[in-house]
């Protein structure tokens, strides 16, 4: 069963004129699918195909686009079922032009800054590697699909990395607009919250996220998408500017030089990795 069982309602871009709407898929993915006017609609990542084509068939749309953010197995899974299903070779295929060999289908290899023209609305292209290379992610209007960059109250593994690499692209994707709505592409909210907190417990915003998060997932609701100005002030790989925070990282790395916010970064991405956090009980949370 995935994590999720109750989905948020799909909501509109800022136009207007794009429909965004969260599809759970495996065991903790979450399917993006992008609805025009038109009623044709983009998927955005995804281990496989199914959310994706149920959902079109029971509210009449047109799948007709997939906009592939990396190329681990859970994100082109979906290029995979469709080319299985006899469907891909209809598709336009947007994908990351840096790992084009990797995409299957791909008919529209971009790059950052590029633009993507999606159901009418221009969609703007960042590279953001760290997590794999080539990474990139898409924003339409206000609202981000960072892939595996940028997650609910956290940031992806470092596969390809450096920590340097991922540092520069998260803090690019910090300076999008406060409101821009961040549509990750799996639900792990709490688990990178209780490692906020380890770093960081003296954080009203912090503590008022956890209590409001816990409360949507014992439901079976969904922490995503939260905003970016949610993340600026409680995700913990974006707050190297937090002495708190500092302090603690320090003291788990005692030998560490956290002399620039890359390092800062660095240690805590190390850090969480380490997973002791993991070993605290939920009474130390603010609940």
């Known amino acids: 069963m ?21 599809l759970p898929a495996a065991s ?26 149920a959902y079109c068939d029971a509210h009449g749309l047109s799948l007709t686009t997939i906009v ?28 990351p032009a840096r790992a084009r060999a990797h995409v299957p289908g791909l008919t529209e290899a971009v790059d950052d800054g590029d633009s993507v023209e999606l159901f009418g609305v221009d969609g703007r292209v960042i590279l953001t590697e760290g997590h794999l290379n080539g990474h990139v992610s898409y924003v339409f209007e206000d609202v981000l699909f960072p892939g595996d960059t940028l997650f609910a109250g956290g940031c992806g593994y470092l596969f390809d990395g450096p920590p340097e690499k991922m540092f520069q692209s998260l803090t690019r994707l910090s ?8 549509c990750c592409a799996h639900e792990y909210t709490q688990d990178n ?49 937090s002495a708190e925070l500092r302090a603690n990282v320090a003291e788990a790395f005692p030998d560490r030089a956290l002399d620039t916010p890359g390092a800062v970064f660095a240690a805590t991405r190390a850090l969480k990795d380490a997973r002791g956090y993991r070993s605290r009980p939920d009474s130390v949370l603010p609940l």
């Open 193 to 241: 919250l209780r490692f906020a907190w380890s770093v960081e417990p003296g954080s009203p915003a912090l503590a008022e996220r956890i209590r409001r998060v816990w409360a949507v997932r014992e439901k079976g609701g969904s922490a995503v998408p939260s905003t970016i100005g949610e993340e600026l002030a409680t995700n913990p790989f974006l707050r190297h500017g």
């Open 175 to 182: 300076a999008l607009a406060p409101d821009t709505k961040v």
């Open 28 to 53: 903790d993915n979450l399917v993006w699918l992008i609805v025009g006017r038109n009623r044709r609609a983009a998927a955005v990542d995804g281990p496989d195909a199914e959310a994706a084509l």
């Open 68 to 95: 592939n953010t990396h190329t681990h197995g859970d994100h082109i899974g979906i290029n995979r079922d469709l080319e299985r299903r006899g469907l891909l070779q209809r598709m336009r295929v947007i994908g």
């Open 2 to 22: 995935h994590v999720v069982t109750h989905p948020n309602p799909p909501f509109k871009t800022r136009g207007g004129s794009l429909e965004v709407v969260e």
